[in-house]
Each structure stands twice: as C-alpha cells, then as structure tokens.
C-alpha cells in the first residue's frame, strides 16, 4: 500500500511538470519607457517575457523600443490618455472629444515611434477609458495596425471591451500595480498579490514603472518565483477568458440650475419710528366731505348755481 501511494505521488508529480499550463500566469508590464535609459536598461537585462511600454513622444522611445525588441522583449505603446482629475498631460493626449480624425492621427503617429509594438496600453486616461464614444474611436483606429489592448484599468468602469466588440481587437486587464508607492516592501506585496491572483484565477497581469526601488524587489523576485507560478508575456493570455463588469454609459444628469446671485426675498415691512397716532371715525368723514366738495361734478353745479354758466 505504502508502494501505491509513492507511485501515485511520483505520477502527480510527473504530470505537473508535464503540463505546465496548469500553472499560475504572471505577466509582467513595465510603464513609462523613454525617459530614463540607464534605469530602462536594468529592466531589458531581466527574463524577455517582461513587456515594456513606451510613451510615444519620449525623447527615447525609437531607441528604447528597438533596444528591448532585439532583446526579446514585447513592446506596447503606452499612450497618453486624459486623465478625470487636472494634472500636466502628454503631447498628443487622447480625449473623448476629440474626432475619429485626429485620434487615427495620434495612433498612427504612435505606431511610427514606437517601432516593433504588438499592442497598446493607456498612461493615465480615467476620463478617456471611460467613456463608451471615446474608446470606440480608438478601437476603431486600433483595429488598422492588429495591436491589442492592455486596458490599465486606471477607472473601474472602463469601456474598453465593450468598445472592442466586433472590431477584431483582443483587450486583455490589468489587476495589479505594483508601485503605487515606491517602498520596496509595499512593491514586494503588491507582488506576492499579483501570484495570488495568479494562482486563484490562473493569470495575473502586473504593471509596473522603471523606479530603482521597483526594479530591485523585481530583481530578486522573478528569479524566486514559486513552483507553481510560471513568468509568461501579456500577449500570450490574450486568449485567456475576460470578464466585462462595466455599465453602459449613460447621459449624465442634467445640473441643478444654480441659485441666482440676488434672488428677489420680498419686500421687508419698515418698522415706524413712532407708534402711529389713532385715527377715529370724525376724522374718517371730515377727510371723506373734503374728497367730495372738491369733485369736478360738485365744482360744475356749484358755478352753475353761482350763474358762471348764463350767458350774459
């Protein structure tokens, strides 16, 4: 009995290692390439299935996409999109308002500098992502050049799936940032989520930037990554299965008409003074004969009366 039991342990083990695929997936995107070189280039120096994305307009991006393309790595274009809160933004960033013209413009711009991309994900773009008119645009224009599209979720209603419906553009999602911070130890457990969630959902895609403190805990992480969990590249869990929890967009609620500056409150009753003098009955009458023997018609018969109306 103790023989069976090691021979049915040997055999699980054996075709554990025989499909692989039934490993957790962790891809790995790093964001913000095309600035800093020398900080980029400790990233290219880790496993090829890391992704890079490269901001379009950075004075490095040519170089940087080349450079990682010829070390193996997959290279995204990392474009800017508009953001809901006011910050600096990026040349050419995409907003909702814009024409299905001048976003086919930037993307194809895109495409131009960052040679060698497969796919695209967004740099900020909560405003841009969640819009439904918006992320049609950009699909539509994606659909062009077969990149698919690394929704960065930066918005929890993002309409990015449902922009891509019958466009023939893969939209795959982020679930982890890594570096929200740059503490190293805040890093390392946003890490060991993202294998959680690997392990729990069967892949886990993690974005990243190319901080010194990021680059160190990924330094030593992907090269102890458990048994169980297998480093791939984002494109290849394009197939894997995608869940769309986002509500369609709806107008939004016409604003409450503000209050006028001055509104008209009424007239407010003046307070006397002086206590107001009674005015008795006497007075009524004198004030009432007085009105009548002035009248035009009492005037008339008094000068008739008086003779002004005989000819003389």
């Known amino acids: 009995m103790l023989q069976l039991r090691r021979l049915v342990f040997a055999l699980a083990g054996s075709l554990a290692l025989a499909f692989p695929t039934l490993a957790g997936k962790l891809a790995i995107v790093i964001d913000d390439f095309g600035y800093r070189p020398q900080t980029e280039n400790q990233v290219l120096a880790m496993p090829a299935e890391v992704s890079v994305a490269i901001l379009p307009n950075a004075p490095h991006a040519r170089e940087m996409a080349t450079k990682a393309h010829n070390q193996g790595h997959d290279v995204l274009i990392h474009l800017p999109m508009a953001p809901i809160s006011k910050q600096p933004l990026e040349k050419d960033t995409l907003r909702p308002d814009m024409s299905d013209d001048e976003i086919a413009r930037i993307i194809r711009n895109a495409v131009d500098n960052v040679p060698y ?145 001055n509104p008209f409150r009424g007239v407010k009753l003046c307070k006397p003074k002086k206590q107001p003098e009674p005015v008795y009955a006497t007075r009524f009458f004198t004030v009432i004969s007085e009105s009548v023997s002035e009248s035009a018609v009492v005037s008339y018969f008094r000068h008739q009366w008086q003779g002004w109306g005989k000819p003389s």
């Open 117 to 261: 991309a497969t796919g695209m994900n967004n740099h900020m773009g909560s405003a841009m992502t969640s819009s439904l008119p918006g992320m049609q645009k950009v699909m539509a224009a994606l659909a062009h050049y077969n990149l698919y599209f690394l929704d960065s979720m930066t918005i929890g209603n993002s309409q990015a799936m449902r922009a891509a419906a019958g466009t023939g553009v893969k939209v795959i999602k982020r679930k982890v940032f890594l570096d929200d911070t740059q503490n190293e130890a805040d890093i390392r457990a946003q890490f060991n989520r993202a294998i959680a969630l690997a392990r729990r959902n069967g892949s886990a895609i993690a974005i990243g930037h190319p901080h010194p403190s990021t680059v160190r805990v990924l330094q030593q992480a992907l090269y102890n990554l458990p048994p169980d969990i297998t480093l791939v590249r984002a494109s290849s869990l394009l197939n894997e299965p995608q869940s769309d929890n986002s509500t369609p967009n709806v107008a939004p609620p016409l604003p409450t008409p503000a209050a006028p500056r």
